[in-house]
């Protein structure tokens, strides 16, 4: 067998060990999820911490009727539907104080419809 083939052969084995080699997942990665529930005029909770660069796992449901969930500065805009869970993952990469908002009218208290999120 020639230099050229030897190492051809060698390159072939040592990549099919490689490939054959069983990933394991990696322990921790589930994503936290948050409860979020919306009503006049209230996110309940209305506050929460995340973490940069760490993906969160968001359930959305309301108590009485339509409502909106926009944190503009995490790029979520979402409607929160009566007797439905709305789900999304969010990963924020940037650090800092941000607040969401209910942007479906809903009365007159809406304007005082927030909820604060602090990426640590």
Known sequence: MTLTRKLFTF??????????????????????TIAITASKFH??????????????RIL???????????????GIDTDVVPGKTGE?????????????????YCGLGHGFMKMTVVVE
């Open 11 to 32: 390159a072939i084995a040592a990549g099919l060990t490689v490939i054959g080699t069983p990933v394991r997942a990696r322990t921790g990665e589930t994503p936290r």
């Open 88 to 104: 999304f993952m969010v990963t924020p990469k940037t650090a800092g104080t941000f607040k969401a908002i209910c942007d479906h």
């Open 43 to 56: 996110f309940t909770p209305d506050r929460i911490t995340l973490k940069k660069g760490q993906p969160v």
């Open 60 to 74: 959305l449901t309301s108590s009485d009727r339509v409502h909106g969930f926009m944190i503009r500065a995490l």
